[in-house]
């Protein structure tokens, strides 16, 4: 899996941008609001990134998460998936 992330250019980020405030009250929510904190299970300065691939192989959407909390927005990736 290390292979395809460097493949779409992700690369690690810094323990602050994984462990900063703005993650650490994503955390402290999720929490108050019952969903618990997932279980680190791999390697958690892995840059995310969410991309999709359409019929042809073209990329339709490439994301680079700035942190671990940074996603697309749905209209984003809807537009994507009707292209």
Not at 50 to 60: E, K, P, Q, T
Not at 69 to 83: M, N, T, V, W, Y
Request: proline share 6%; charged share 15%; aromatic share 10%.
């Amino acid at each position: 899996a290390l292979h395809q992330y460097h493949a779409y250019g992700l690369g690690r980020n810094s323990p602050f941008r994984v462990y900063g405030p703005r993650i650490l009250l994503h955390y402290a929510l999720r929490w108050v609001r019952g969903h618990g904190i997932p279980r680190v299970t791999e390697d958690p300065l892995q840059r995310g990134g969410d991309f999709i691939v359409n019929a042809n192989g073209l990329i339709a959407l490439s994301h680079v998460g700035v942190d671990q909390a940074d996603r697309p927005k749905a209209s984003q990736i809807f537009a994507a998936l009707g292209q």
